[in-house]
C-alpha cells in the first residue's frame, strides 16, 4: 500500500499576492480636485445699541492646514489701534452642505488686555454664521463668517491614477444595544487614494470628533484590500477615550464591514458600516 502524500500548505501571503493584481507604475502630472472653504468675514461693532460693519475681508481655509487672518481696527478707540488674530480650521462639506468651522481669536486692546474666544460653528454653504470675539462695557464685536465651498484643480506628480473605488457609508447612533442610522455617505477615490470621513460634534465636556481613512490598496476581481485608520474623541466615564487604531481589512464586492467607535458601559458612540464598490 503507497503511503498518502501530505496535502500542500499554502501561504496566505502568496495566497493573497495571487488573489490581487500588480500596484499601477509611476506616471506624469496629472490634475485632481482638491476642495476647500472660502470665508467672506465682516466685523460687526456695536457701542451702547448702535451697530456699524467695517469692511469685508477674505480668507481661504485649506482642510489640512486651516487659514489665518490678523488685521488692525480703530475700536473701541478711534485714536488707537487693536488688534484681531483669527485662526480657522475647517472641514468643506458636499456641495451646497453643511461645512464645519472651528475658529479662535485673540481681541488685543490699546491698554494691553487680552480677550480670547472659541467658537464651533455649522454653515450651510453660501450662508452665514455669528462669531462674537468680544463683549465688554457696552461694547461688542461680532464676526459674521460665510462660507462657501470651493474646489481647485492641482497638478500632482506621481503615480498613474489607479481604478476608481467607491465606498457606501452608513453613520449609525450606538446607544447601548440601540443603533440609530444618522446619515449615509458616497465616498469616492482611486487605487491607492485615501478617502476621508470625518465630523466634530458638541463643545468642551460633551465634545465628540472621528477621523475615518479608507485608503484601497490592492483588488483583485472581487476582493479588496483596504487600509483603514480611525482616530477620535469621546466623553468616557470620568475620563476622555482618545482612540487611534489601524486595521487591514479584506473583503469583497458589495459586502459590508462594520467599525465601532464607542466610549463608557452601556456603550455610546457610533458604528461605521462600510460597502466597497469598484
Do not use: C
Not at 464676526?143 to 506628480?157: F, G, P, S, T
Amino acid at each position: 500500500m503507497r503511503p498518502e502524500r501530505p496535502l500542500p500548505v499554502v501561504n496566505a501571503v502568496m495566497l493573497l499576492a495571487a488573489l490581487f493584481s500588480a500596484p499601477a507604475a509611476a506616471g506624469p502630472l496629472r490634475l485632481v480636485e482638491d476642495a476647500a472653504l472660502r470665508l467672506d468675514i465682516q466685523p460687526i461693532l456695536v457701542v451702547e445699541g448702535q451697530s456699524g460693519a467695517l469692511a469685508h475681508r477674505q480668507l481661504e481655509v485649506d482642510p489640512r492646514s486651516g487659514g489665518k487672518l490678523d488685521f488692525e481696527l480703530h475700536w473701541p478707540d478711534p485714536a488707537r489701534a487693536s488688534r484681531l488674530a483669527l485662526r480657522v480650521a475647517g472641514t468643506p462639506g458636499p456641495a451646497d452642505g453643511e461645512h464645519r468651522l472651528e475658529l479662535s481669536a485673540e481681541f488685543a486692546l490699546p491698554d494691553g488686555r487680552l480677550f480670547r474666544a472659541q467658537r464651533a460653528l455649522s454653515v450651510r454653504d453660501g450662508a452665514t454664521g455669528l462669531f462674537e470675539v468680544y463683549r465688554a462695557e457696552g461694547h461688542s464685536l461680532t464676526l459674521a463668517v460665510r462660507a462657501d465651498r470651493v474646489v481647485r484643480r492641482i497638478e500632482v506628480q506621481g503615480r498613474q491614477v489607479g481604478d476608481p473605488v467607491r465606498f457606501d457609508l452608513e453613520v449609525e447612533g450606538v446607544r447601548g444595544e440601540r443603533h440609530v442610522v444618522l446619515e449615509t455617505n458616497q465616498l469616492h477615490t482611486f487605487m491607492d487614494e485615501t478617502v476621508e470621513y470625518s465630523f466634530r460634534r458638541g463643545e468642551q465636556e460633551s465634545a465628540e470628533s472621528v477621523q475615518l481613512l479608507l485608503t484601497p490598496v490592492r483588488r483583485g476581481s472581487d476582493i479588496i484590500e483596504i487600509a483603514l485608520e480611525v482616530a477620535g474623541s469621546l466623553p468616557g466615564d470620568g475620563e476622555r477615550l482618545l482612540l487611534s487604531r489601524r486595521e487591514t481589512l479584506v473583503t469583497s464586492r458589495r459586502a459590508t464591514s462594520s467599525v465601532t467607535v464607542t466610549a463608557g458601559d452601556p456603550p455610546s458612540g457610533y458604528r461605521f458600516r462600510i460597502t466597497p464598490d469598484f
